[in-house]
């Protein structure tokens, strides 16, 4: 869009420029005009509304960080004092299934959900002298055609054109085998070169901006730098929710017993809502006053702490957590929150537009579990150590990057050059081609 706009803003075009679109050309033409002033103005139809369920939509639409500061009512603003044209109007509706990508639906913007939107738009510009420059026209009751004769004369106004003719025939497509798959699959290729492009380059790109703020001199000068770049992950990366953590109102009973460790179940609150949960294994030859070393035992993909002691669907894990066990250490299996299948995923895609995500929940409950073990009086708090498997092993590279209580951490089975596991459309075991649509962040 912007390309076509430094054509039409060239020396020798000199009119006014006006974008107008519908449905997700719509959603193009809101954000291009809030990010270049040299639109004119213009015309939103079939698409202005509240976004708070923007996780239901198509997943491009997942912007990371977007509704922490951007609603409609807020790219509105942006393109004030400009001329902004809301036709509430019918707009696509479809079903996108699941499978490889993630289920999706587009509805068309109910009428009381355009006006809330509008008002928001217009008490945010109130203030102002060009809050009259945002207008909204209904089609119908709103769920007319787009392309109302009264809202289209409106936009053409703004852009000091002349009153619409009366319409006439639908044009006509002159054009002979014209396919517009093929342009659709040439756009997409078009595009994936340009990403893999930008792919070969992250490399280089983080060598340059974030290896060289670390300082090798001493051991002392490279934790120093290392704060910045760690507030930077946890902020801008993964996530930090702001809440101050409730009391951690430790629960615990026994779940099962051997001769070697005893197993218990245990709850810890986290924030309101949300807790921590996790079987705790503590061997049976603690002396008093012995204080052991700690690993906390994290499940992958659909697993559960069950599976790290053994229990039934352990055959990944070789029950590590009561192996350890029996060498004297005591270990924590943790909950983690990558279970049932799109449910967890649709925490991910709700967290997104939040600037947050899945691991912005599971680093705070791990900070609580080691709040809550370090005031065990057989816990070493100095030694307490993390190993997560897959899925634990993606957390094994995050928390502790983030809690610097953990001593030491193992990442089982999930190492990788991440990008490229990521992004890559040749690797055949990229993510791409899987369905974990919602392990980008």
């Not at 807020?74 to 001329?83: D, F, G, I, N, Q």
């Not at 090798?216 to 910045?228: G, N, Y």
């Not at 949960?277 to 499940?299: I, S, W």
């Not at 190993?387 to 001593?407: E, F, H, Q």
Request: with cysteine; aromatic share 10%; glycine share 8%.
């Amino acid at each position: 869009m912007m390309s076509l706009v430094d054509w039409a803003s060239g020396e020798e075009q000199q009119a006014p420029i006006g974008v107008i679109g519908w449905g997700e050309g719509g959603l193009v033409a809101l954000y291009t005009a809030a990010l270049d002033t040299r639109i004119d103005s213009v015309c939103v139809s079939g698409y202005f509304a509240p976004r708070e369920e923007i996780w239901r939509e198509p997943l491009d639409r997942n912007i990371f960080g977007l509704l922490a500061q951007f609603g409609d009512a807020e790219l509105a603003t942006m393109v004030a004092p400009r001329s902004l044209t809301i036709e509430a109007c019918a707009g696509p509706v479809a079903t996108i299934a699941g499978g490889r990508g993630a289920p999706a639906r587009l509805v068309s913007p109910e009428l009381p959900a355009v006006k809330r939107e509008v008002s928001r738009a217009r008490r945010l510009l109130a203030s102002s002298p060009f809050a009259d420059n945002l207008r909204l026209f209904v089609s119908d009751d709103g769920q007319g055609p787009c392309g109302h004769e009264v809202a289209l004369s409106a936009f053409l106004e703004t852009l000091h054109i002349r009153p619409l003719a009366p319409l006439g025939k639908s044009p006509v497509d002159l054009r002979k085998a014209f396919d517009p798959a093929a342009r659709h699959a040439q756009q997409v290729h078009e595009l994936d070169r340009h990403n893999q492009w930008l792919l070969r380059e992250s490399h280089f790109t983080r060598q340059g901006d974030t290896w060289e703020r670390f300082d090798f001199s001493s051991v002392e000068a490279f934790e120093r730098s290392q704060i910045p770049v760690r507030e930077f992950f946890y902020e801008e990366v993964i996530g930090r929710f702001p809440h101050e953590p409730l009391p951690l109102a430790a629960r615990s009973r026994e779940f099962s017993d051997s001769d070697q460790w005893t197993t218990y179940e245990v709850v810890l609150d986290v924030f309101p809502d949300v807790f921590a949960y996790g079987l705790l294994l503590v061997p049976k030859d603690l002396t008093p006053g012995e204080r052991r070393p700690v690993v906390v035992c994290q499940h992958g993909l659909e697993g559960r702490p069950q599976h790290t002691i053994g229990n039934e669907g352990a055959e990944y894990y070789q029950a590590f957590a009561a192996t350890l066990a029996e060498r004297g250490f005591v270990t924590f299996a943790p909950q983690n929150p990558y279970i049932f299948t799109d449910r967890f995923r649709t925490l991910q895609r709700k967290a997104n537009p939040l600037k947050k995500t899945l691991f912005s929940v599971i680093t705070s409950q791990h900070q609580r579990i080691i709040d809550w073990l370090e005031t065990l009086e057989f816990v070493d708090p100095d030694r307490i150590a993390f190993y997560g498997l897959s899925y634990g092993g993606k957390t094994a590279m995050r928390v502790p990057a983030i809690l610097t209580d953990y001593c030491l951490s193992i990442c089982s089975a999930d190492f990788n050059e991440w990008v490229d596991k990521n992004a890559s459309t040749r690797n055949p075991r990229s993510y791409v081609g899987m369905g974990e649509y919602e392990i980008f962040e």
